[in-house]
């Protein structure tokens, strides 16, 4: 998994997607800049600034993938 930084362009992963059985809505389309990290125990919560006001801010960032 690559690291996700902040300033990073990110979307949610097909993985995470699947998991949930997201395959339409929002979700899938939501792309958005990490603006801050947030150490939780062994894992990272991202805050992300989405292109969509409907979509939850906060997301762990193994669910995120940067986009090129």
């Not at 059985?21 to 958005?32: A, E, K, N, V």
């Not at 990272?44 to 090129?68: G, H, S």
């Amino acid at each position: 998994m690559k690291k996700i930084n902040i300033g990073d362009r990110v979307q949610y992963n097909t993985k995470f997607l699947r998991a949930i059985g997201c395959y339409t809505g929002d979700l899938p389309f939501g792309r958005g800049i990490v603006t801050q990290l947030i150490p939780i125990g062994e894992n990272t919560l991202c805050r992300v600034d989405w292109n969509n006001p409907e979509i939850p801010p906060n997301i762990l960032m193994q669910n995120l993938t940067v986009i090129k």
